[in-house]
């Protein structure tokens, strides 16, 4: 992960979805969770994104429908890594999830 990476993915969020986001960047949490999606949060997501209106995704930053539907993460169990961005000089960091088969 890159930092303009991180700042493009979060202001694509904010303003995708109607939501009340008074905070700015600066007072945000430095904690974040990269995550393995179960098929049913895939599900989820594809009925937001086309609720409002963003199938195609966002510039380089979030999948589109097309790519959800690619998505292999049905042979693998859901899994969240919690981050802590917590040194602001960082400028780009590996994350390694460890993938664990669906259970059958």
């Known amino acids: ?14 303003n995708s979805f109607i939501m009340d986001y008074s905070s700015t960047m600066q007072q945000c ?10 098929a049913n949060d895939i599900e989820r997501a594809k009925s937001a994104m086309k609720l409002y209106g963003i199938e195609n995704g ?6 589109g429908i097309a790519d959800l539907d690619n998505a292999k993460n049905k042979h693998y169990r859901p899994r969240t ?9 960082e400028e ?3 994350v390694i999830i460890q993938m664990a088969p669906a259970k059958r």
């Open 1 to 14: 992960m890159e930092q303009p990476w991180v700042d493009n993915a979060i202001n694509y969020e904010r």
């Open 29 to 38: 949490s430095s904690d974040i969770h990269v995550a393995v999606m179960s």
């Open 58 to 63: 966002g510039d380089s930053v979030n999948h």
């Open 81 to 89: 890594m919690p981050i802590k961005l917590d040194d602001p000089n």
């Open 92 to 94: 780009s960091r590996e």
